[in-house]
């Protein structure tokens, strides 16, 4: 079973069934403006919420005879064997939600930072509280060959690293960018094909690899991370 969440305000526009007085429209949009990491008091905020959203939903998990689903649904959730993962700002709460509950027994991180950018020019970022500890689960670090930001995203990947021992695996995809991981990786190269998009605008957002190539490694490495470490404990 595959839960996905919908974060308000931070996702491009969030449906809601109705109306609130707090909220007088059925839609939330968006209330980012360019890279959240520009603006660290932002990028904070977007990443506490990501967790406090996770950690909701997990909570809500633990009641579903409460949740409206199909009929005969709510009985095949085993909350004993959760796995978080998520792309970019949700790879960084998926981590951080790992080390802070202990209801997830692995995670995933499709290239998210672990640490919060510098509140000041020239200062010094801070590491997330799982990249400060590390973790005592599985953790897949999975990023890609060509991200424009890896030296930063390195610096907090290496720390959880060193500080977890055997529990962190990282992989990357070659000649890969940033949003291979999502569905750009298969409707980029066919706006490339169809003439609406240029060979240099592809690979800036998804780099140069094949959809036939990246998706199935992808869900490869994913399916077998979970499968693995979800069904052997």
Sequence with gaps: MVVTVDHPGDGAAVGFPGTTAFRDEPVR???FRGDPRDRPDVFRTMIDARVADLRFVLDRLARPTELPLPRGLAG?????????????AGGSAAAEVLFEDRRVRAAVNLEGYLDHPPLVPGGAPEPFPVTRHGVDRPLLLLGSEGFDHRPELDRSWSTVTARSGRWVRTARIADAGHWVFTDCAATIPQLQAAGLTTRTERNAVIGGVA???????????VRGFFTRHLHMW
């Design 29 to 31: 949009t968006t209330a």
């Design 211 to 221: 959809p036939t190539v990246s998706i199935p490694k992808v869900r490869h490495l």
């Design 76 to 88: 095949t959730i085993d909350r004993r064997r959760i796995g978080l993962y998520g792309h970019s």
